[in-house]
């Protein structure tokens, strides 16, 4: 049965560095074909990709964030860590992080998303 | 950078066919999928390559893909299906991900 469970700071201050944690289980990171990636969803809007790590620690991100974004795994602990530096308001989300193939399905399991509040 | 375009809304009564189109000019040549959101919760996987139904997915729902349009078609809507959808693809380069605006499906 695979899991994934996002944690990380309810609200942080614009300016500072965002850590959004995804602990999963079910899965191994180093599968060959596995990814995780992390999507957001500011209320009431709609859903942003943002980055994606596979097995082999190929990694994406999403254009317009890839200068404030670093994605890491940690096999050893089922862990993936997404970095966001200089947040803003507008970075105010649920952050999700889901499990995806490299063919095929694509992110078929979810985490339950994670809120995070960026305000002074 | 690249974008896929949906309808916002679509509204059908119970049994009817409701249809949700996704536009993106990369379409031709990358797949498709799609998600379903309801209110409060994680989006859920429906549709993959295309056309692909997930287990546990119900028949009713089907998905295609001609020329620069994903279609995702809930046949006999049913009013659990009330909620978002939103479809996924990549550029023709396969660097850029993106999500559709999403469609709110209202089943009443």
């Known amino acids: 049965q695979i899991t994934l469970k996002e944690s990380g700071p309810a609200l942080v201050k614009p300016t500072q560095t965002l850590t959004l944690t995804c602990a999963f289980s079910?899965?191994?990171?180093?599968?060959?074909?596995?990814?995780v990636g992390w999507i957001r969803q500011p209320p009431g809007k709609a859903l942003e990709w943002l980055a994606l790590?596979?097995?082999?620690?190929?990694?994406r991100y999403s254009p317009s964030l890839r200068s404030r974004l670093t994605i890491t795994k940690d096999t050893s602990k089922n862990q993936v860590l997404l970095t966001m530096t200089n947040v803003d308001p507008l970075d105010t989300a649920t952050y999700y992080c889901?499990?995806?193939?490299?063919?095929?399905?694509?992110?078929?399991?979810w985490g339950q998303g994670a809120l995070v509040t960026v305000s002074s | 950078s690249y974008e896929l375009t949906q309808s916002p809304s679509v509204s059908v009564s119970p049994g009817q066919t409701a249809v949700i189109t996704c536009s993106g000019d990369?379409?031709?040549?990358?797949?498709a999928c799609w998600f379903q959101q309801k209110s409060g919760q994680a989006p859920v996987l429906v549709i993959y390559?295309?056309?692909v139904r997930p287990s546990g997915i119900p028949e009713r729902f089907s998905a295609s893909s001609s020329g620069t349009v994903a279609t995702l078609t809930i046949s006999g809507a049913q009013v659990e299906d009330e909620a978002d959808y939103y479809c996924?693809?990549?550029?023709?380069?396969?660097?850029?991900?993106?999500f559709g605006g999403g469609t709110k499906l209202t089943v009443l």
């Open positions: 079910g899965f191994s990171l180093n599968t060959t074909g596995v990814g």
């Open positions: 996924y693809s990549t550029d023709s380069s396969g660097h850029e991900r993106v």
């Open positions: 889901a499990h995806r193939h490299a063919t095929g399905p694509v992110y078929d399991y």
């Open positions: 990369a379409l031709p040549k990358k797949y």
């Open positions: 390559d295309d056309s």
């Open positions: 790590i596979y097995w082999d620690d190929d990694k």
